[in-house]
């Protein structure tokens, strides 16, 4: 029995086949770690700044065959630079969005001026005028800041039908 596995077995370790079917598995293993180790080296580019870590990362792909990317992969930046700095530029803009302080009508939603007391499309009240100077005034101010003259609450005038019902005093039981 053992001379016919010696016959079979061990001739196709002996054989050239078997060293094409290794040589080329070698080869293939060592274009797959390279091709690895570049993908790690063009990730890194696009997520890290530093030219130093990018090394440290391409290094870490190369050494621990297969495993090195793994460990990237699981401590690389969450996002590339392109996309933070995107977002950086988005938040500039809406914050220079916000320091314009565009103002609206809150009917027709119009463009107004801060100084304007009624909008020019709507002809809907936006604030109210002192009495004194006619400047306009902010709904909350309790004194005109240009000339120092107490405001009034404006009076709000209800219908019948926006009317208040007088409070209950009593407890039902």
């Given at each position: 029995m053992i001379p016919a596995a010696d016959n079979g077995l061990f001739d196709f370790f002996s054989a050239g086949t078997?060293?094409?079917?290794?040589?080329?598995?070698?080869?293939?293993?060592?274009?797959?770690w390279l091709s690895v180790a570049f993908w790690v080296y063009k990730d890194a580019r696009r997520r890290i700044e530093d030219p130093w870590l990018v090394g440290m990362a391409v290094v870490l792909g190369l050494v621990p065959p297969f495993?090195?990317?793994?460990?990237?992969?699981?401590?690389?930046?969450?996002?590339?630079?392109?996309?933070?700095?995107?977002?950086?530029?988005?938040?500039?803009?809406?914050?220079?969005?916000?320091?314009?302080r565009e103002l609206h009508c809150p009917v027709c939603r119009a463009e107004v001026d801060p100084a304007f007391l009624v909008c020019p499309v709507c002809t809907t009240r936006l604030r109210q005028s002192c009495r004194n100077c006619k400047q306009p005034l902010e709904a909350?101010?309790?004194?005109?800041?240009?000339?120092?003259?107490?405001i009034e609450p404006a009076a709000v005038e209800l219908g019948q039908t926006q009317a208040l019902a007088p409070p209950r005093r009593g407890r039902r039981r």
């Amino acid at each position: 029995m053992i001379p016919a596995a010696d016959n079979g077995l061990f001739d196709f370790f002996s054989a050239g086949t078997w060293a094409v079917i290794r040589n080329l598995s070698l080869f293939f293993a060592a274009v797959f770690w390279l091709s690895v180790a570049f993908w790690v080296y063009k990730d890194a580019r696009r997520r890290i700044e530093d030219p130093w870590l990018v090394g440290m990362a391409v290094v870490l792909g190369l050494v621990p065959p297969f495993v090195g990317a793994l460990i990237y992969m699981l401590f690389r930046p969450p996002e590339y630079l392109e996309d933070a700095r995107e977002r950086e530029l988005e938040i500039k803009a809406m914050e220079q969005r916000l320091a314009r302080r565009e103002l609206h009508c809150p009917v027709c939603r119009a463009e107004v001026d801060p100084a304007f007391l009624v909008c020019p499309v709507c002809t809907t009240r936006l604030r109210q005028s002192c009495r004194n100077c006619k400047q306009p005034l902010e709904a909350l101010w309790q004194v005109c800041p240009y000339c120092e003259t107490p405001i009034e609450p404006a009076a709000v005038e209800l219908g019948q039908t926006q009317a208040l019902a007088p409070p209950r005093r009593g407890r039902r039981r």
